[in-house]
């Protein structure tokens, strides 16, 4: 008699399959080891797998089991960004390897969500927001990450001077943030 594992992720590992009586041979996908009942989902793949165990012998025995493999999702989020203060952007993540056919996905911090997958994530200057995308399939999950850094909008406005006259020395003009090149007649 076997004892019943399972639904597994495909990521979970080798598992150490347990019957009642352990002088026996394991057989099936995703078996590793038929000596000591050593199940690996990942070599099984997504899907059920029938594994057998049996007794030899005049007096001998043999059980069944279906083990459930459900693949876990490969979720990507997208690449770290830089967006200007003030303006707006759009963030899709996708996954892929998708075995049970009813994902759901989830954005934390979830702000603003708009149709699959997207989100339109909420700015403060002079900041950077992870922001992690989790898709559940089945009982298997995966998540990625994504980091929006905010960078300051810069200001050009120009201080205003007084009038000048044809024959004045140069001056120094200013504007609200400097580090800008000025351009023009005169310059």
């Known amino acids: 008699t076997i004892t019943d594992i399972g639904p597994l992720c495909s990521d979970a590992g080798i598992q150490t399959l347990v019957a009642v009586d352990s002088t026996g041979t394991w057989s099936g996908p995703g078996i590793v080891d038929p000596v000591n009942g050593l199940f690996d989902p990942l070599i099984a793949g997504a899907g059920p797998h029938t594994v057998n165990y049996s ?18 999702p490969i979720v990507n989020a997208g690449l770290d960004f830089d967006i200007c203060e003030g303006l707006d952007t759009l963030m899709t993540g996708s ?38 995308l989790t898709v559940v399939s089945g009982a298997c999950s995966a998540t990625d990450d994504v980091t929006v850094t905010v960078i300051p909008q810069s200001n050009a406005t120009i201080t205003d001077i007084a ?16 580090g800008g090149v000025w351009s023009g007649t005169g310059i």
């Open 55 to 72: 007794i030899p012998g005049q007096c001998g025995s043999t059980d069944g089991t279906q083990i459930l493999v459900v693949n876990v």
């Open 163 to 178: 009038a000048l006259c044809q024959d004045d020395t140069a001056i120094n003009l200013t504007a609200a943030n400097a």
């Open 95 to 132: 996954f892929t390897n998708s075995s049970t056919g009813s994902e759901t996905f989830f954005w934390t911090p979830s702000t603003n969500l708009t149709g699959n997958l997207t989100l339109t994530p909420t700015y403060t200057a002079n900041s950077s927001q992870t922001y992690t």
